[in-house]
C-alpha cells in the first residue's frame, strides 16, 4: 500500500464496541507510511485510551471542542485543512445521524461539518439499527452530501447476533484508503480547464454590459477537479469567490481576454465551459465617460464563441469538451441543439428562472446531455452545486477512464 506513504489522515473514532479495531487499523495505516492525527469523542474514550492511540499513531489525539491547549496549537477549522482526508471508524449510527442533520455539538462533528476534504465513514452497529428506516435515510443523506462508506460486512456481532452492521476489517478499510489516493495519483495526468463567472464588455471606462452569473458553479467544479487530483486552470471572469491555492487561477474581464487566456491554455484532456459570456460587445467603446443624453445608440457586434471555437478545433480540441445551457424555456430542445451545433461531448443545462437553481444561488439541479446514443441524457436532482460538480467530476473521470 505505498499509496499511504507521507499522507495524512485525520482519524476519528466513535463509542462502540469496534473501537478496538480502529488501533489495528492506525497500525497498519502508519506501516505504510501515512502521518495519523486522531479525534476520540467521549463516548469512544471508554473503549479505546489516548495513551494507546498516541503510541500507535505517534501523533497527537483530540477530543474536547474548548480546549485551550488545542485551540492554540490547531483549532478545529485548521485541523480539518491539514488533513489529506478524513477517516470515521467506527461510524455509529449516533454519528450518522449527526452528520445528516448538520449537528455540531463536539469536536468530531464540528471538524467534519467545516472540512472541504473527502470523508471515509466505516459503519457498525447492530443489524437492527443498520436495517432501521432512520438510519437508510440518514446514510443516504450523507451520501448525497458526498460521504464515502466502507461496509458494514455481514457476520457475528459482539451482542451475539448474526447480520450485516459488523465494521469492515481494518486491512480493508486501509486498501479501501490506498485505493483513494491511487486515483489521485492516476488523475494527475490529467490536465483540465474551466471557464466560469460572467464577463464585462465595457461601454466607456464606467460603465459596461453584463449578466447575473456568479460563478458559483464553475468555482466548484474547479474544486472537485483538483480534489480528485486534476492539474486544473480556472478562467474566471468578474466574481468574488475564493478558490484553492492548488487551482491555477487566471482573472479576466472581458470575452476577448478570457478568449485569449483559454487558447494559452491549451492543450488540456478536459474543457469544461460554465462561463456565461456575454454573446456581444460594444462595437466601439467609448475612451471618456459617456455624459447624460436624450438619446443614445449602442452599436454591437458577437463575441467570438469560446465553446465553438475549442470544440472544433482539429489540433487543439481536448478529449472531452463540455458546455453549459442556461436556460429559461424549451430547456432540453435548446441544449441538445447546442450540443450538435457546437459539437460538444456534453452540454450540462439548467432553468434559471427558477431562483432556487438560478444564478446566485448555492443549489442546483441540471440535466447532462451526452453525445453518445447510448446514454441520451441524465438528470442529476436538485442539491448543493458542490455535490452537483462531484457528481459530474465523477462521470467524467470514467469516461476518459
Not at 133 to 147: C, D, P, R, S
Not at 190 to 200: D, Q, R
Not at 218 to 236: P, Q, V
Not at 318 to 342: D, Q, R, S, Y
Request: glycine content about 4%; hydrophobic content about 40%.
Amino acid at each position: 500500500m505505498k499509496n499511504l506513504s507521507n499522507k495524512k489522515i485525520l482519524f476519528i473514532i466513535c463509542g462502540g464496541i469496534s473501537a478496538y479495531k480502529s488501533l489495528e487499523t492506525i497500525r497498519i495505516l502508519k506501516k505504510n507510511g501515512a502521518i495519523i492525527k486522531t479525534i476520540l469523542t467521549e463516548s469512544a474514550k471508554e473503549f479505546v485510551t489516548p495513551l494507546s492511540i498516541t503510541s500507535l499513531s505517534q501523533g497527537k489525539v483530540y477530543y474536547n471542542l474548548f480546549s485551550v491547549e488545542n485551540e492554540a496549537e490547531m483549532d478545529h477549522i485548521s485541523l480539518s485543512r491539514w488533513a489529506d482526508v478524513i477517516l470515521i471508524a467506527p461510524a455509529t449510527a449516533n454519528t450518522i445521524s449527526k452528520l445528516a442533520q448538520g449537528i455540531t455539538n463536539d469536536l468530531a462533528s464540528t471538524v467534519v461539518l467545516a472540512s472541504d476534504k473527502d470523508i471515509f465513514l466505516a459503519p457498525a452497529m447492530n443489524v437492527r439499527m443498520w436495517e432501521h428506516l432512520t438510519t437508510k435515510l440518514n446514510l443516504k443523506k450523507i451520501e448525497e452530501f458526498g460521504y464515502k462508506t466502507i461496509g458494514p460486512e455481514i457476520g457475528d456481532m459482539a451482542c451475539g447476533e448474526y447480520g450485516e452492521g459488523k465494521m469492515s476489517e481494518p486491512l480493508k478499510i486501509a486498501k479501501e484508503i490506498d485505493d483513494y489516493f491511487l486515483g489521485k495519483i492516476n488523475n494527475k495526468k490529467f490536465k483540465a480547464l474551466i471557464t466560469a463567472g460572467p464577463t464585462n464588455e465595457y461601454i466607456d471606462p464606467v460603465r459596461f454590459i453584463t449578466n447575473k452569473s456568479s460563478g458559483k458553479q464553475g468555482y466548484e467544479l474547479a474544486k472537485s477537479l483538483s480534489k480528485k487530483g486534476f492539474d486544473t486552470t480556472l478562467i474566471s471572469g468578474p466574481t468574488n469567490l475564493k478558490i484553492n491555492d492548488e487551482i491555477n487561477l487566471i482573472k479576466v474581464e472581458t470575452a476577448d481576454e478570457m478568449l485569449i487566456a483559454t487558447q494559452e491554455n491549451l492543450p488540456v484532456d478536459v474543457a469544461i465551459f460554465s462561463a456565461a459570456v456575454a454573446d456581444f460587445k460594444i462595437n466601439k467603446t467609448f475612451k471618456n465617460k459617456i455624459k447624460k443624453q436624450d438619446n443614445f445608440n449602442l452599436n454591437l457586434e458577437k463575441n467570438l464563441d469560446i465553446l465553438n471555437y475549442v470544440s472544433n478545433h482539429n489540433s487543439m480540441r481536448p478529449k472531452m469538451v463540455i458546455g453549459f445551457a442556461a436556460e429559461t424555456n424549451e430547456i432540453v430542445k435548446n441544449a441538445e441543439e447546442k450540443l450538435n451545433k457546437k459539437n460538444c461531448d456534453w452540454i450540462i443545462s439548467n432553468d434559471v428562472s427558477n431562483k432556487d437553481i438560478g444564478f446566485n444561488s448555492d443549489y442546483n439541479e441540471v440535466t447532462i446531455h451526452y453525445k453518445n446514443k447510448d446514454l441520451i441524457r441524465e438528470k442529476l436532482s436538485y442539491k448543493k452545486k458542490s455535490e452537483i460538480s462531484d457528481e459530474i467530476v465523477d462521470r467524467i473521470i470514467h469516461q476518459l477512464k
